[in-house]
C-alpha cells in the first residue's frame, strides 16, 4: 500500500488479496484495492498510467484478463 501511495499519490483504505498469477515471465500477488484522491504519478518510478475502460482495444498480458475473470468480468 505504501508503493501506491509513493508512486501514484493515491491513499488506499481498504486491500484484499484477490489471488496469485503467474505471467509469461513473473509471478503476480493481485489486490483489489479502494483508495481516495487524485492520481500523480511519480515519472521517476513509473513510466507512463493510463486509465482503462476495458472497452478500448488495449493490449494487455494474459494475465490481466485472468485477474478480471476472477473479479467477475
Not at 18 to 46: C, M, P, R, W
Not at 55 to 66: D, I, K, M, T
Request: hydrophobic share 35%; aromatic share 6%.
Amino acid at each position: 500500500m505504501r508503493e501506491l501511495r509513493e508512486e501514484t499519490g493515491l491513499h488506499p483504505t481498504s486491500a484484499r488479496s484477490i489471488g496469485s498469477f503467474d505471467g509469461s515471465a513473473n509471478h503476480h500477488e493481485a489486490f483489489l484495492i479502494e483508495a481516495t484522491g487524485h492520481v500523480h504519478v511519480d515519472h521517476h518510478e513509473v513510466g507512463d498510467h493510463v486509465w482503462w475502460d476495458r472497452h478500448s482495444n488495449l493490449p494487455v498480458h494474459e494475465h490481466v484478463h485472468a485477474i478480471l475473470r476472477m473479479l467477475g468480468h
